[in-house]
């Protein structure tokens, strides 16, 4: 769109003079009925008060009587019905922080992975067992209504999934928080499989109502676009600067409760979503030209649409950018605006400490020095005083692509004065730079924000660093590689800027609610309280030595391995068979995580079978269970699908490994199928290369559920592994310093390839056709890719992790001897809670008081 069609200065419509009008009038208000002055009362917590709550909601809030009403109306009325439990803890801790000015976390993140919501909030305000008794009541079932809830799409990892389970967290611990983010139309994407290959569709997560936001359209923020800048002395005679834009679109906020775990407190997560200024033009439509008159709707709700636009053409880049602006901008303006007219500016690093959830949130940092200098009229240097201490920033990659940067052309064409003003961060920077090392013109071109090749770029990383109070990466090994080999020069400079936070999984969510018998067990054995004290579950050790135990211990995983099998066929048709390890690999499709690894150990037990060169009877049944999306630009990444998908066909119809060999990919995983798989799994895939993953959390979940680990020195393996101790953990692979030794010396992976049988036979055996119907052209790319390039060692480390999965065929021989690895598993990850991570951010990062 350009400058001329959707003009920044539209004229104040009506809807705007309403807006005006109902944040004008409020203050003015008196009330003089006591009812009016009085605190909000929930209703009451028993099976009758619940039944009449659930049936006023159906009449008055769906317009149905409960023998008219359909499954969906019965859930809104159900999930209304919880809402109405929840909001008065809610408005009394907006009313306690704002009461006592506490200081305020601004988490800022691209994604939140939620999950369903309606298990969370029952079981935070402790009305599961009320609900089910009293639907039970009118005849209606509890777990058919959770089945209807659809979950919100607004996530597509580790990254939105950790966001989630950390606001689960401050709420838990009474932190004064708000969860900032964008509220998606269609979310990631929902992932079908046609014809073995991913297949992206629109998930229209929002289709059946969305019964647990609150719109508050009077609030909109209007969000501008694009235009120029004009300079001119100001009263005083110093250079001002006015933003001239070309175009603007409306933020309108969403609120979400985050209940904390039956403590009475409930947060905020506030979502965005773009709305047009001006609509609908009625002249054009009554001209007859329908589609331009509902063009700028069009053009603004685009920002909204999707999480994370598809981004390899110029348009998706730039839709990127406006996404990550649009959703700053409206959180910092909703935060300033909301401490009220006589709040002083200055005062802000004291009000709130706003996280940088990886670099999407970045552009952040500009936008606050553009509001506290031309919005708010503060000089420039108590602006960057204020900015300098109200960001923290949390880096998620070891990735050098993965690193975020945006070409000065296109920031300067959507965003012209952010651009001025990272320019001006950028020359004082150096400055700092070039005093601290004099001389040293290369060490400040690596360290400059504006990056002049291969394109002059801005490195939004190197912004964050420069801006933040505090840097963390997010496992001890990953904190160290930041500091050591990807930020080094930074480290150099700012040496107590840097820290870890090591990552956490909440237990609620994935103990409680995703392994009810499991938690039960573990309460009936070390007693109540744990769910909010993990680090307690390491009382369960004296546990792993008792056989009664273990054997409850087994049935209540073997249960699980039944709930999924009825999950898996009722949802995908995919049968899995009874009595085989379930061998468990879910996460974002990425060459680092080498779902190739994983891929080929399946291929080279096949082939060695087929050939004879492996007596079935010495084969330990397993089930291989995949669950990825991958990105829709990402060509290698949905090759590689196409082939687990190809191999599961061929080896699922092969009777010589029928029983020995089942391979499974569900399409579409998200957490409601992860919180049936990753209590049923048996074994933990964790593999990629030592020195790529930042973290990872699945591992985490897997641990705490029972899961035994196989995986390299990498993330919070690292971790991990040292708690639960080798005795319980497989390892293989290289170490980071290995894997770089061996990348210096000039990696050959087809010598890997020659040198093996194994590895040769099982790459053989994909080249030549046999799971591609004989067209040896079909996987040719992953072939080459592997032999000639192999950027993440998967040929170096395959002998390894081929030795490792002996080991754990050995293992599996003693049952009594695996579940006690299981428990010690158990018992020894309570440090992996989300609660732990957060009170570390608030001792080494925050600074805030819970109240």
Not at 81 to 98: D, K, P
Not at 472 to 478: P, R, T, W
Request: charged share 25%; hydrophobic share 40%; with cysteine.
């Amino acid at each position: 769109m350009n400058d001329s069609q959707t003009p920044a200065q539209s004229p104040q419509t009506p809807t705007d003079e309403r807006r005006s009008e109902t944040r004008r009038l409020g203050p003015e208000f008196e009330p003089t009925n006591p009812i009016a002055t009085g605190p909000v009362v929930a209703p009451q917590h028993t099976v009758d008060g619940f039944v009449r709550e659930f049936l006023h909601e159906l009449n008055t809030g769906q317009g149905v009587t409960l023998t008219e009403s359909t499954v969906n109306d019965q859930y809104l009325a159900l999930a209304r019905t919880v809402r109405h439990y929840l909001m008065a803890r809610w408005l009394e801790s907006m009313r306690r922080i704002r009461q006592t000015g506490s200081k305020v976390v601004g988490y800022l993140s691209a994604e939140y992975l939620l999950g369903r919501q309606l298990d969370n909030n029952l079981l935070a305000s402790d009305l599961d067992e009320i609900a089910e008794a009293g639907l039970a009541s009118c005849g209606l079932s509890l777990e058919s209504l959770r089945s209807q809830e659809i979950e919100p799409g607004l996530g597509n990892g580790g990254l939105g999934r950790l966001a989630a389970c950390f606001i689960d967290s401050l709420a838990t611990l009474r932190v004064p928080a708000v969860g900032y983010g964008i509220r998606y139309e269609y979310g990631i994407f929902r992932q079908t499989f046609v014809d073995d290959q991913q297949v992206e569709q629109p998930d229209n997560w929002l289709a059946l109502g969305n019964p647990w936001e609150f719109p508050h359209p009077e609030r909109a923020v209007r969000v501008d676009f694009g235009g120029h800048v004009e300079h001119g002395p100001d009263e005083t005679g110093l250079d001002q600067a006015r933003w001239v834009p070309g175009w603007e679109v409306l933020g309108v906020p969403y609120n979400y409760m985050v209940p904390g775990f039956e403590n009475g407190w409930v947060n905020t997560l506030r979502l965005w979503t773009a709305k047009a200024t001006k609509a609908f033009d009625l002249a054009l439509f009554n001209s007859g030209d329908y589609v331009e008159a509902v063009r700028a709707q069009t053009f603004a709700e685009n920002i909204t649409k999707v999480l994370y636009p598809e981004d390899t053409t110029p348009q998706g880049k730039e839709l990127r950018l406006q996404q990550q602006y649009f959703f700053v901008t409206c959180s910092l303006r909703d935060f300033i605006d909301r401490q009220g007219d006589d709040f002083d500016l200055h005062d802000l690093p004291d009000a709130v400490t706003f996280q940088l959830n990886d670099t999407h949130p970045v552009i952040a940092v500009p936008e606050l020095m553009r509001l506290l200098v031309d919005v708010h009229g503060l000089d420039w240097d108590d602006a960057w005083d204020i900015t300098s201490r109200c960001f923290n920033y949390t880096c998620h990659t070891l990735l050098p692509e993965a690193l975020e940067t945006w070409s000065v052309e296109v920031l300067g064409r959507l965003l012209p004065r952010h651009l001025e003003i990272i320019l001006r961060l950028n020359d004082a920077f150096l400055e700092e730079v070039r005093s601290r090392w004099p001389g040293d013109e290369l060490l400040a071109r690596r360290m400059s924000i504006v990056s002049d090749w291969p394109e002059r770029s801005v490195r939004m990383a190197h912004l964050a660093v420069v801006a933040a109070l505090r840097v963390n990466g997010v496992a001890e090994l990953h904190s160290q590689l930041l500091r050591d080999k990807v930020l080094p020069d930074f480290s150099a400079l700012w040496p107590d800027k840097f820290t870890n936070v090591t990552n956490g999984v909440t237990p609620r969510r994935f103990l409680k609610l995703a392994n009810p018998d499991l938690a039960a067990l573990i309460t009936d054995a070390i007693g109540p309280g744990w769910l909010t004290d993990l680090e307690r579950l390491q009382e369960l050790e004296p546990q792993a030595e008792d056989s009664d135990f273990r054997q409850l211990f087994r049935h209540i995983k073997a249960e699980n391995k039944d709930r999924l099998r009825r999950v898996l066929l009722r949802r995908d048709g995919i049968k899995l068979p009874d009595d085989a390890l379930l061998d468990v690999m879910v996460k974002r499709l990425h060459e680092y995580k080498r779902q190739s690894l994983k891929l080929l150990h399946i291929v080279s037990l096949y082939e060695r079978i087929i050939n004879g060169r492996l007596d079935p009877a010495d084969v330990t049944p397993r089930a291989f269970i995949f669950g990825a999306k991958a990105a829709p630009g990402y060509r290698l990444a949905k090759e590689t699908m196409h082939l687990i998908n190809s191999v599961a066909k061929v080896i699922n119809a092969d009777r010589r490994v029928q029983g020995l060999l089942t391979v499974a990919f569900p399409p579409n995983y998200n957490v409601t199928l992860a919180e049936r798989l990753i209590p049923a799994a048996d074994l933990s895939e964790q593999i990629s290369l030592s020195g790529m993953e930042a973290s990872g959390t699945g591992n985490m979940k897997f641990a705490l559920n029972g899961a035994l680990t196989i995986g390299t020195n990498d993330g919070a393996n690292v971790e991990i592994r040292a708690r639960v101790t080798d005795a319980n953990f497989f390892l293989f692979g290289m170490s980071e310093p290995e894997a770089a030794q061996l990348q210096e010396a000039g990696y050959q992976p087809s010598a890997c390839y020659e040198s093996d049988p194994d590895l040769k036979a099982a790459l053989d055996l994909i080249a030549c056709g046999t799971f591609s119907g004989g067209d040896r052209h079909v996987f040719e790319p992953i072939v080459s890719n592997l032999l000639y390039q192999d950027r993440f060692m998967v040929l170096a480390d395959f002998a390894d992790y081929i030795r490792a999965q002996a080991e754990v065929d050995r293992r599996l021989q003693d049952p009594e001897a695996w579940t006690r690895s299981a428990i010690l598993n158990v018992a020894r990850c309570g440090y992996f809670s989300s609660d732990r991570s957060i009170r570390d951010y608030i001792d080494r990062i925050w600074h805030v008081r819970p109240l």
